[in-house]
């Protein structure tokens, strides 16, 4: 099972959510190719931008609305929805936010519902992309910390207003979500709560135990000194009923800062080609201040001296460092995906699902496509099946899915 963990306690908002589900799953090209129709019509365009917020790393979404944008009623915003969303690529998670949204502005402002500045292509971005990169993400459950909220004054669109703002207060009452408060600024605006409240009602409350998939910062605009202005999001799979290996492998080091960058990569190619797990290189400082690499082979335990041997023969170097250490292995199912006549195995674990690298680059080679486009083909298809989480770990569950090109 996949938990969605949302830590607001610096606030949330719509994009800040988006910004950092993007991050964690690193969707930020399935989002511009989402968000395409929009694009095509002047609406808008987004860019994603690493900042910094109070020395946090965190990541930026920009929704540029373009002059022609136009202010959207509800049904529009509604139709908007379904045109750019489905139910598996999570309409009904965008739908609920919307819906939750009209009735807080609802009870709050009289019988009618004026969305005023919720009103905008703006509000369709936020919902339809955090809705979007929940449902890629595949999330069971959720569990929402604390929101921050900060108590004071705002100006909008009906006056003066307290803060939180009367549909914020109205959304996360109504959802039962935890709040710890303070004086401030704006810190959860109305489509942050408003998703926030969506997904507490469609998904069950997850423990949050578990191995963590992805972590993601969502920045808001303000950068707040001594305070990190940032939304942030945990994925985190429980391993219950996992298929799980707990083996020993040898571990071979050597640090090197006086051999060719073409040795070093003979050596590993052969290290592989030998039976080595996985070999690889790692930058780094020796003695002297010299740059080099620290090279890292692992190995089965019966291999290790053999391979010791076989690195100090390949790199002349005199030292080679060598421990057994355990490691917990995913022991992964495999699904089909046809994509025009062609197969690409998609791996399956707990921790998540990806094709097979050999098999994306033998296809997209033949069909003259794209890797990252292929990938994301291939991801759609696999997603588009609605595997459950009981199903992700058969390790004799198969799926064949057609996958049109054209689409």
Known sequence: MRTLVINPAHGVAGDMLMAALASATQSFEALEALFAPLNAISWCSLDFQSVDRSSLRATHCLVNIQESAPKLSLDELQSWVKKLLDETTGSRIALKALDLLATAEEEVHGSSVHLHELASVDTLVDLVGTAYLCARAGIDAVSIMPIGVHFGSLAMAHGQLPLPGPAVLSLLAKAKLRVVVAPGEESVTPTGAALLAALAALFPHGSGDGVIAGVGYGAGTRDTPGLANVCQVVLVDDLVGDAALVETVGVLETYLDDVSGELLGNCIQESLDAGALDAYMTPATGKKSRPGVLLTVLVKPTE??????????????????????????????????????????????SAGAKPEFEDLRRVAQVLDMPLGELHDRVMGAYRSIGVSSAERTSQQTKYQVIVNKEE
């Open 304 to 349: 290790m001296d053999a391979m010791v041997a076989r690195v100090q023969r390949l790199l002349r170097t005199p030292g080679v460092r060598f421990r057994l250490q355990q490691r917990r292995r995913l022991v992964p199912s495999f699904q089909e995906v046809e994509v025009e006549g062609h197969l690409v195995m998609v791996k399956v674990t």
